[in-house]
Nanobody
């Protein structure tokens, strides 16, 4: 059974930091591009950051560039999202996504809530 389990969410004050983790029980994890997405109440799910299979290429939404960093450790089947200088508008449920064009497979995690508030 494939599972993506996010953790690390919570309540943080503006300007603070959080580190999200996504642990994947996927055979062949290194074959998957990984991504973080988020969905705020009343809004569509949006891309936050992506990272390629080997970690050599990353991509960020303009709204998080310079504040968030995506990384992965293939030996641990885990992808991370370091979030710094958090703002109220970063409040959302954050989801982990795994996709492999080679294997024609896409998986989503259940999400973790991030709330930025004073």
């Amino acid at each position: 059974q494939v599972q993506l389990v996010e953790s690390g969410g919570g309540l943080v004050q503006p300007g603070g930091s959080l580190r999200l983790s996504c642990a994947a029980s996927i055979s062949g994890f290194s074959l998957y591009n990984m991504g973080w997405y988020r969905q705020a109440p009343g809004k569509q799910r949006e891309l936050v950051a992506t990272i390629t299979t080997g970690g050599g290429n990353t991509n960020y939404a303009d709204s998080v560039k310079g504040r968030f960093t995506i990384s992965r450790v293939n030996a641990k089947n885990t992808v991370y999202l370091q979030m710094d200088s958090l703002k109220a508008e970063d409040t959302a449920v954050y989801y982990c996504k795994a996709n492999s064009a080679l294997l024609s497979r896409i998986y989503w995690g259940q999400g973790t809530q991030v709330t930025v508030s004073s």
